[in-house]
């Protein structure tokens, strides 16, 4: 059974750090896409990063980009996302992600398995 555990959400300052981490238990880890999602109070669940499965290419969403960075290390079925320059329009439960998008990588529809989430609150 594939199983993904986030860890490293909480409380944050405006302006701060925080990584983000996301386990997976599975053999074939390096096969697959890794992708970061979240999703906002009364807000649907949005795209925020990718990590293709080649690790050649990574991408990331304009409402992030330049400030979150998304990494990958296969030998520990580890996928990151370092989040710099927190702003309050950042809060959200942040989901981790694993699958092999056929469509677009940004698609939550295209990802197989997912975490159980881990909240971010950013306070000013």
């Known amino acids: 059974q594939v199983r993904l555990v986030e860890s490293g959400g909480g409380l944050v300052q405006s302006g701060g750090s925080l990584r983000l981490s996301c386990v997976a238990s599975?053999?074939?880890?390096?096969?697959?896409?890794q992708a970061w999602f979240r999703q906002a109070p009364g807000k649907e669940r949005e795209f925020v990063a990718a990590v293709h499965w080649s690790e050649r290419e990574t991408y990331s969403s304009d409402s992030v980009k330049g400030r979150f960075t998304i990494s990958r290390d296969n030998a520990k079925n580890t996928v990151y996302l370092q989040m710099n320059s927190v702003q309050l329009e950042d809060t959200a439960v942040y989901y981790c992600a694993m699958g092999s998008p056929i469509h677009s990588i940004k698609l939550s529809a295209d990802y197989d398995y997912w975490g159980q989430g881990t909240q971010v609150t950013v306070s000013s």
């Open positions: 599975v053999r074939s880890f390096s096969a697959y896409t």
